[in-house]
C-alpha cells in the first residue's frame, strides 16, 4: 500500500452532508465527540480510511479478530438531512502523511456532495482544570463564523497553530470550496476531558438543530471529575504526582 | 530501488500452497519457528524479497561472500501440498515501509495460488518466564478461528496491538480474500524463547498434519533454560542484572 | 498533497524580476530583511507555496480564520523593474522536502522571467555579540560576486556549509542557468538579531538601488540591544543564564 | 528535485572501466583512499551525482562560490584501460536514500561499459591502534576472490554486516551481472586513519598493476601516528580522554 486508500459503500445517496470529524488529539476532545455522537444519533459506517502513513499495528479484539488502524466515517440520514462523523484510532504521525491523509478526506467528502465541515479539537489552556470550559472557533469564511457565533462558539481567543487533522481538513476545505470550522473545547491537563467535550456537544446540539441526549457523557463527566480530585489531591501532597498523569494525546 | 521487489523462480508450480511467515519480533518467536520448519521438512528457497525500506545493510558470510538483506520464501510440496515459508533478516523500521512490504507479500501468495497464510509470533506475557506457554490466536473469519481452536489455539484473551508483519499480513489477507491468522507463543523476558517456539511448532503439527522432529528445538530450549535459569539467579544477587539482558526483538 | 504547490496570480507580467528570500534560519536575519522590506516598498502577495514536507500545522488567526503554514511570494513593480520576495513561516525539515521546494522555487521563479535571486541569511560568529556585523557573501559566479563585491559584501572569509533554503535556492540557481549569491548578515547567540538584520537591508539599498527607511527597523534594533544588555548582565551574574535564550532558530 | 540525478559529459568513452569507490565511512578509509588515487594519477572529474536523499547542505568554498553536497566520478584513461573513481562529501541518511542512489550509482557504471568495481571501507577491529592493518575482502564471485587473494586480500576472516554503500554497491553489482569487492582497512578507534588506507592503497597498487607513489600518504601516516601517540598518552594520564576523540564516522 503506498497511499492512502479509502473503501466505501458506493450505493449510498446521502442529502447534503455534514461531516463532524473527532480524530485523536488534545484531551481527547474529538475522539469523545465523535464516539459519544455516532452512538447516540447511532450513525452506520459506511467508509473505512487506511493510509501507509499511519502506524504500522493491527487491533486485536475480544472476538478473536482483528483489524488493521483506520479511520471510519459513519451517517445517520434523516429528513433534514445526512450527518456524517469521521473518528479513528490515530492520526499520521509524519507531516507527508497529514497531508495526504487530510487532503484525501476533504477530497472524499466531497465527493459525496458535502459542502460543511466541523472538526473537533481540545484547546490547551494551560495547566489548571478548566470546570466551565468555553468553546472556540476558527473558521474558513465569515458565513460560518457567524453561524457558530449565534450559537455561543468563541472566535478571536485564540492563537497559535493547531496540529494535525483538525487545522488541515478545514485549511484543505478552503482550498476545495467548502465551508468549514474547527471547534475546540477548553481543555487542561487530562487525558481524556470529558468536561470539555461536553461543552462542544451542547454546541452541537443547537449547530445541527438535533437532540443529544448527554446522560451518558455526563457518566463519563463524573468518572473524569473523580479522577481530577484525585489529581488535586496528589498534588497537595508532599511527593509530586508522577509526570505521565499530565501527559497530553496527541 | 525505489520499490519493494521479489525475485522469484517462476517455473515453481506450487499446489494450493498455506504459507507460514515467521519474521524477526518477540522473543524471536517467529523466526526460530520459521527456520527450524524449514530445517526439518527440508523447504527449497524459490523467491527473495529485497526493500529499500530494509536497513541499508549487507551481511558478509563465512565463506567471503555477501548478500544484502532481504525476506526469503521457501518451498516443500508433497501430494497433500504446498508448505511455503517466509523468513528474513528484518522488518522494515517505518509504517510506510511496513504497508508496502506486508501488502506485496500477501500480493505475491495470492498470485502463486495461494488462500491461507499463518503468521507467528510470541505474545509478551509480562517479565515473569512462562513455563508451559499457551499458544493464542486470531484470525480473519469464524471458519480459520474454529480449525485452529481445535488444534489447541486460544482465541479471545489477547488485547492491545500487533506491532509490524505479524498483524498486518493477515489484515491485507482479509483485504484479498484469503484467509490468515496469527499464531502467538506466549513468551516473556527473552530474547530468544525456544520453549515458546516448540509450544507454536505443536501446534502447527496438529494445523498442518505433518511431522515435525522436536529434537533438536528440544536441545535450543534445554540451552535456553539454562540461561534462563542463571537470568533467575543473577536476580536473586544483591547486583540487579543487566538491562541489555531483558530487551526484546521487535 | 503530494507535492509542493504553488498557486499564484496568472495574470502578473512582472518585468526582468529580482528574487529575494528570506526564510526562517540563523539569528531569524532572513526572515526579518525580507518581511522589513516588503512593508517598506509596499509589495503585494502574488503566489503561495504549500508543501507536504512542511509541518502539519494550521496557524489560528486573531481575525478568527486560519491559514495552513506556507510560503508566500509578494511583488513590487516600478519602471526599473519588479522586485520579487518570498517569506514564510517555515523550512522543511527534511531533506527530501528541502530538494523539492528549493527547486520547485527556482523552477517558478524561471518560469516568470526571473534571472537573478539574492538568498539572506545568518552567518554564525560565535558566541559573542556582533557590534558591527559585516555582510558576507557566496556566489554562482564571477559577474555576481563583482557587482556585490563592489556594494561592500565580502566574500572569500566564510567557510562551512549552509543548511537549508539560503544555501540550496542558489545551488538550484545554477543549474537552472541563473544568477543568485546568498548574502549574510554576521549574528551571535541571538534569536532575532535586527543589527544583522539591518546591515543586510543597508547592502540591498545599494545592490537593488531603491530607498529603504530604516527607521522602523532601528526601533527593532533599539529593542534587540535592550534585551542583549539584559543577557548580558545576567551573564555576569552569578548564576548561569538559561540554555534556551541562546538557542539558534534554523 | 525528486531523485537522485547524474550530470555527465556524455562524450566520454572509457575503455573497460574499473571503478573504484570510496566515499565517508569507518575510519575515513574509503575517503582517504579515493581522493589520495584520485590525486595521484590526475584523473579528471566527468560526472555529479547529486540526491535529495542527502543532507540539504551547500558548501562555501573559499573562492567565494558555492557547491551542493554531492559525489563525484573521476576517470584517467590509459592503453591498459579506463580507472574511475567515485568520491564524495556525504552518503544518504535513510534507507530508502541508500538504495536509490547506490542502485544508481551501479546503474550508471555498467552504462558506461564497467564490469568490475571495488569500494573502499574501514573494518572496525576493536578500540586499539592496529599498527600493521591486514586488508578484508569479500566479494560477489569466486573469480574475484581469487584475484583479490593472490594480492593479500584475506577473505573470510570478517563477520557482522556493512553498513551503506561499500556493501550496497557489491550488492548491487552482482544483481546487474558486475564483478565486485569490498576492500577493508582494519581500523580502530580513529577518524581518519592514514595507516588503514595506505595499507589498503598497498593493495590497489598490485590488482590494478599501477604505480602509486604513497610517500605522500606517509606524510598523513605521520601526523595521524603523532594524533594516536598523543592519545595513547592521554590514556594513561588521570582523567579519561574525552568521548569525542574516539566517535566514528559512518
Known amino acids: 500500500m503506498n497511499s492512502t486508500r479509502i473503501y466505501y459503500n458506493k450505493k449510498l445517496k446521502p442529502k447534503e452532508p455534514i461531516l463532524i470529524v473527532g480524530l485523536p488529539g488534545i484531551g481527547s476532545v474529538g475522539s469523545l465527540v465523535a464516539e459519544y455522537l455516532k452512538n447516540e444519533i ?12 499511519f502506524i504500522h499495528q493491527t487491533i486485536m479484539l475480544k472476538s478473536g479478530y482483528t483489524r488493521l488502524i483506520s479511520n471510519r466515517f459513519y451517517v445517520k440520514s434523516s429528513k433534514k438531512g445526512s ?15 497529514q497531508y495526504e491523509v487530510n487532503e484525501e478526506i476533504v477530497r472524499f467528502f466531497k465527493s459525496l456532495g458535502g459542502k460543511t465541515i466541523y472538526t473537533i479539537g481540545g484547546y490547551s489552556a494551560g495547566s489548571h482544570y478548566i470546570h466551565n470550559p468555553r468553546v472556540f472557533g476558527v473558521a474558513t469564511d465569515s458565513k460560518t463564523k457567524s453561524t457558530l457565533s449565534k450559537n455561543g462558539i468563541v472566535f478571536g481567543q485564540t492563537s497559535g497553530a493547531i496540529w494535525g487533522s483538525a487545522g488541515m481538513i478545514v485549511s484543505f476545505a478552503k482550498m476545495y470550496g467548502l465551508s468549514a470550522a474547527c471547534i475546540m473545547g477548553e481543555t487542561s491537563a487530562l487525558e481524556i476531558d470529558a468536561n470539555a467535550a461536553r461543552a462542544v456537544l451542547e454546541s452541537l446540539k443547537k449547530i445541527l438543530g438535533i437532540n443529544i441526549n448527554l446522560e451518558n457523557i455526563d457518566k463519563i463527566k463524573t468518572e473524569t471529575d473523580r479522577m481530577i480530585k484525585e489529581l488535586e489531591d496528589a498534588q497537595k501532597a508532599a511527593e509530586p504526582p508522577r509526570k505521565e498523569n499530565f501527559t497530553y494525546i496527541r
Chains 1, 2, 3, 4 share one sequence.
Do not use: C, V
Open 42 to 53: 447511532n450513525a452506520k459506517r459506511f467508509a473505512t480510511l487506511y493510509s501507509p502513513h
Open 83 to 97: 450527518i456524517m462523523i469521521l473518528l479513528g484510532d490515530t492520526q499520521a504521525p509524519s507531516p507527508e502523511g
